[in-house]
Structure formats: structure tokens, C-alpha cells
């Protein structure tokens, strides 16, 4: 049974609800059956989260104000991780934020801030999906309370500080084939340390470079990929480009695609994409499936 946490903030009448909640069970469902015709992985029972507080460790809901798309100005930024200090590393950094001096809890639960790197040389975070068992090491940082985020601040074209918990993960995964060796079930163990410290994370060099300095390890440096700001939040659960300066960020069935062509992948296998895994378990299933279909308008 998949459960549904709908906000009727964003509805007109009664009638337009149930109208919109058909449309997002019956797509909900296609899904599933979709992806089942992909894959025979086991399924869990999930949650879709709709607008959920990306900077802290819960959900919520938008906070009741009317003037809340148009407050500041919002920057998306997305990087992709070269160094850890002096160690070559595989990796990627995705932020979006308002830019200003955050002094409620409402306003900081709109902010996301994630990394996800490895030294592993051989095998990058999105690797192609092997059929052998395989151990596999990564790190992770996910920022959890805010302290505020600033265009143009002490010579950073974009500044974003906070606490952040910082994981070393280790997975241990089997993978189980039938006579024709197609893959029939996949298993994962997880041995996870979590620590937690104070962060800085400036955008540099005209939106060309970034690094990412947390308390006790070493600094994060790389590259930009992309990055926008603009008048209206960006929406967390467009999971495909949505960095223009268009008012339009709706999520599509393009996006719900986008989701599934990445069902099953983790770090270490598969095209695993940080910013796709809603429940933070390191795997793209049927949970994050569900949060973005429950998203669409």
C-alpha cells in the first residue's frame, strides 16, 4: 500500500483535489508497473513526500506566505567534485537555496545542500552495472541547519554556511543472476559512520569553481556544472534541467522517465544521481519514484 502526503494548500476546491489525486494514483500506478516490467528488484513500501523540508531531517509542508515564490532571489547550483584535499576523487555537489539572512526555521527547510564522493578510481559514484558482488566506499555531507546563504558575500559569488553530517559508507552488494545470467535480486548490506560539523561552501571565480570546507576533513574543490538564480524557488523534484530563468517549473512526465531510467542504480552501480534520491537510503527506488509523481501538476 503506497501512502500520500498530499498539501491541499495548493488546491482550489474539493472537486479539483479529488480530480488531481485520481491523476497522480493512476499515474503513480502506471509507474509501478512499469518499472516492474524493468526490473525484478524487491520493492519496499514507500512514501511520497511532497514539498518536503530539504535542509532538515523532516517533513513539512510550504510555509503559509503569500509573497513566498517572490521573496529574494534563489540560485541552484551543481558541481562535480575533482579533489579531497590532495586526493583525486570521483564526486558531484548539488545545492539550491534563498539567497538572504534565514532567521526562520521555515525559510531554512526550503534549502538542499549534498555531496557524495569516493576515492575509488576504478569504479566512479555512477558506474555501469556490473553482475560480480562488490564493496564499495563513499562519503557523503548533507546539510541539516542553515545558516544563511548569500549572493556576492566576502568575495564569493555564492556563500551558504550551516551544520552539515558528514557519512562513510561502506556497501556490501550481491548480486543474483538466473541460468541465462540475467540479474533477478540484488542485496546490500550498509555499514554507515555519521559525523557532524560545521561547513562553509563558496562558489567562486564567476560560477566557475566551488569548494566545500567542512570541520575535520578535507576540503572539497571542483568544478560548476551548472547554476541559475532567479526570482522563483526552484521546485526540488524537477530532477531534469530546470536552471533557466523560466517561471515554469513544473514537474513533467519527463521528469517521472527520468526517474525510472535511473530505478535500482546506487553508488557504485548503476547511473546513480544524488539529487533524484529523495529518501537519502543511496538507492533510486520506488520511494523516489512516488515523490516526484506525487509532485506533478
Aim: with cysteine.
Amino acid at each position: 500500500m503506497l501512502l500520500f502526503v498530499f498539501n491541499y494548500a495548493f488546491f482550489k476546491n474539493s472537486t479539483e483535489v479529488k480530480g488531481k489525486m485520481r491523476k497522480k494514483l493512476a499515474l503513480v500506478l502506471l509507474t509501478v508497473i512499469a518499472v516492474s516490467m524493468l526490473s525484478s528488484l524487491t520493492i519496499a513500501y514507500a512514501s511520497a513526500r511532497p514539498w518536503l523540508g530539504m535542509g532538515v531531517n523532516k517533513m513539512m509542508s510550504p510555509p503559509a506566505v503569500s509573497n513566498r515564490w517572490l521573496e529574494k532571489s534563489w540560485v541552484r547550483v551543481e558541481g562535480i567534485i575533482t579533489k579531497w584535499g590532495e586526493k583525486d576523487v570521483n564526486g558531484s555537489l548539488s545545492a539550491f537555496a534563498k539567497t538572504a539572512l534565514l532567521n526562520t526555521d521555515a525559510t531554512r527547510q526550503l534549502v538542499s545542500a549534498s555531496a557524495i564522493w569516493t576515492t575509488n578510481k576504478s569504479r566512479p559514484i555512477s558506474a555501469l552495472r556490473t553482475k560480480e558482488n562488490f564493496t564499495y566506499n563513499f562519503y557523503s555531507a548533507k546539510l541539516i541547519t542553515l545558516n544563511m546563504s548569500l549572493l556576492n558575500y566576502g568575495g564569493s559569488n555564492f556563500f551558504l554556511n550551516g551544520t552539515w553530517n558528514v557519512y562513510n559508507v561502506t556497501s556490501h552488494v550481491t548480486i543474483f543472476t538466473n541460468i541465462d545470467d540475467e540479474i533477478t535480486g540484488i542485496h546490500r548490506d550498509q555499514d554507515i559512520k555519521v559525523g557532524k560539523a560545521y561547513g562553509e561552501l563558496n562558489v567562486t571565480d564567476n560560477w566557475t569553481k566551488f569548494n566545500l570546507k567542512i570541520s575535520g576533513i578535507d576540503p572539497l574543490t571542483g568544478s560548476v556544472r551548472r547554476s541559475a538564480t532567479r526570482l522563483m524557488q526552484f521546485n526540488p523534484f524537477k530532477v531534469t534541467d530546470d536552471l533557466s530563468d523560466s517561471a515554469n517549473s513544473a514537474v513533467t512526465k519527463t521528469d517521472l522517465t527520468a526517474v525510472v531510467r535511473c530505478y535500482g542504480a546506487m553508488p557504485g552501480w548503476g547511473n546513480f544521481d544524488e539529487k533524484m534520491d529523495f529518501n537519502n537510503n543511496y538507492k533510486i527506488d520506488i520511494a523516489d519514484l512516488t515523490t516526484v509523481a506525487a509532485n506533478m501538476q
